[in-house]
Nanobody, 124 residues
Framework: QVQLVESGGGLVETGGFLRLSCAAS????????MGWFRQAPGKEREFVAV????????YYADSVKGRFTISRDNAKNTVYLQMNSLKPEDTAVYYC?????????????????WGQGTRVTVSS
């Protein structure tokens, strides 16, 4: 069993930045792909980014490509999401998720453990 706890959300102005963290406990996540998803008010949960077990392989949603960076520190059992040039449309609850393998994709079904989420609000 893996527990995931997100932190780092908050209120930021347009153009600002935030760094989200996802701390895992229970066992190591070094062999799991780790993803970030988000859910805006009134919308379905959507994929944001994934980092494969090999930290060199990452994928991003088109809407965040070039602005967000996902990374991981396996020694700390933690995954990060650096969010720059934030826009009002980035406002959402952001969720961290652990994949069932090292090769999870953009599909939510590839993930077996989810955190409770951290809220990000970008003011215009």
């Amino acid at each position: 069993q893996v527990q995931l706890v997100e932190s780092g959300g908050g209120l930021v102005e347009t153009g600002g930045f935030l760094r989200l963290s996802c701390a895992a406990s229970g066992r190591t996540i070094s062999n799991n792909a780790m993803g970030w998803f988000r859910q805006a008010p009134g919308k379905e949960r959507e994929f944001v980014a994934v980092i494969r077990w090999s930290s060199t392989i990452t994928y991003y949603a088109d809407s965040v490509k070039g602005r967000f960076t996902i990374s991981r520190d396996n020694a700390k059992n933690t995954v990060y999401l650096q969010m720059n040039s934030l826009k009002p449309e980035d406002t959402a609850v952001y969720y961290c998720a652990a994949g069932s393998s090292g090769w999870a994709t953009f599909r939510a079904d590839d993930y077996v453990y989810w955190g409770q989420g951290t809220r990000v609000t970008v003011s215009s």
